[in-house]
């Protein structure tokens, strides 16, 4: 295992979130490198792909886990404007300010009561983050809080997280109760293929109902 497997791995081990936080202020500075170089790493690529096919370009997007802002850097080629940075790490955020494509930016954590008004947003994205030891399945509630009716959300999710982590049972019973609806959802692939060959995402769609 090589030093960048070894970061993702201590980052995976954290015990809550605090140490989380710590772990990614830590690793910030070479966090898109590490991705890049020693991983591959697809997965804003992919999302901003499904996330461009229904938000249109003057939506005002909430980037939910932001990270460095890879995907905001992205969404901006794209021609997204109003952009609005949120994540657990200051550490990160202070890389995603570097990239010169957000708005805002505003330290939260996925999973907590997050600090914005209801129908706050056109859109969110949220990439990377609903994964082993991050953001648990009751983030989906505090997104579609958020999320406009009639908007949409776009999120990444490993298919044994989604099996075994609580998230098929709670996408299920928002679809039940009306909150949203699926409109596609991807097939899977490798989102790390150099690094992780064996780890597989699915990128969902859902419209806020």
Known sequence: MDEREKRVQWIYSSKDNKELEERYDQWAKDYDTDLDEGFGWVGPK?????????????????????????????????????????????????????????????QMVMGETLGYDSDSFDAVVSVGVMTVGHAP???????????????????SLRPDVYRDSGFKEKQDSLEAEGKWKLVEVSEEFQTLPKGEPDVYHQDWIYQVL
């Open 137 to 155: 399945a009751s983030s989906l509630d505090e997104l579609l809080r958020v999320t406009k009716k009639g908007g949409y959300i776009v999120y």
């Open 46 to 106: 992919m999302a901003v792909k499904y996330f461009s096919k229904y938000v249109p370009k003057d939506a005002r997007v909430l980037d939910a886990g932001a990270g460095t802002g890879l995907v905001g850097e992205l969404l901006a080629k794209e021609g997204y404007k109003n952009l609005v940075a949120m994540d657990i790490s200051e550490g990160m955020l202070e890389e995603a300010r570097n990239k010169g494509v957000y708005q805002e930016f505003h």
